[in-house]
């Protein structure tokens, strides 16, 4: 019976994945809405939302279920925006000293990133624009937790140890970032072999970040923490506060990005050990 309960949770998990994935996919390639005057792919992300509360209904679950609790929601998001902006404070200072000693004087700008009806990538100051990048990556998030660290760990943990559950959905949520990268290979952007490499490179970096949020969530009996931190990071550091240099944009994002993660995750994963030892003695 255990077996079989096991293997019912174990394949839903996938399905869930694996429908997804597929939307995703679809808006990726067939509708590219961050192509447009809307610059995110979104509209996936409500559909997750949506099949995301359908599950919920099935399982007699509710949103607090899976770590959406209402008590406290709003001093433990401010928790993860604080975690997530000293970590990239450090980054940042890292990425212009980086751009210093290439002798390529750096300065910020703030702006939002989109596309004009044309094609061509512009920037955008306006006040709608921040409000919508803001609302986008709120549904992301939303979507982004609620499946793979809240409804995944919870349910793979009913027949699995906690970290093997942790593990398992960020290394779903490593794939789900491959899409990135092979929509560029297929469009011509990139070779198989860049496509590979940053393919690789998606899974290890989001897996991280998966289990740093997985972590938090298992620490703090709720989702937040882990939504102000991965919110702080889709939105300020990687669409808001751009860094500019004699080379252009950003050139250095990926390193301000894995430096600020890899902080980040050094810092919880030394809290959630040391909480253990102390919860043992």
Request: proline residues 1%; positive net charge; hydrophobic residues 50%.
């Amino acid at each position: 019976m255990r077996l079989n309960i096991k293997c019912k949770l174990n394949h839903l998990c996938i399905a869930i994945f694996t429908f997804c994935l597929s939307v995703r996919f679809a808006e990726y390639f067939l509708i590219g809405t961050d192509k447009t005057v809307i610059g995110e792919n979104v509209l996936h992300k409500v559909v997750g939302i949506i099949v995301l509360a359908v599950i919920l209904k099935s399982l007699n679950l509710t949103w607090g279920d899976i770590g959406f609790q209402r008590n406290g929601f709003l001093s433990d998001i401010l928790k993860g925006l604080l975690l997530g902006s000293l970590c990239f404070m450090i980054s940042y200072g890292l990425e212009f000293s980086i751009l210093a000693l290439q002798h390529n004087p750096a300065h910020f700008e703030i702006y939002i990133s989109s596309f004009s009806l044309t094609g061509f990538q512009v920037k955008n100051t306006d006040f709608l624009f921040f409000a919508l990048c803001i609302l986008f990556n709120a549904i992301n998030v939303w979507m982004e937790e609620g499946v793979f660290r809240g409804l995944f760990i919870k349910t793979l943990s009913e027949s699995n140890s906690f970290m093997k559950a942790n593990f398992t959905a960020a290394f779903l949520f490593g794939i789900w970032h491959i899409v990135m990268p092979f929509r560029s290979y297929i469009n011509g952007e990139m070779s198989f072999a860049a496509m590979a490499l940053m393919g690789i490179g998606y899974i290890i970096l989001s897996g991280i970040m998966g289990i740093k949020w997985g972590l938090l969530y298992r620490m703090t009996g709720n989702i937040w923490v882990g939504v102000g931190d991965h919110l702080l990071n889709n939105t300020v550091a990687t669409n808001m506060l751009h860094v500019i240099s004699l080379k252009g944009a950003d050139e250095l994002q990926i390193v301000r990005v894995m430096a600020a993660q890899l902080i980040s995750f050094a810092v919880v994963l030394a809290i959630y050990y040391y909480k253990g030892r102390k919860g043992n003695k």
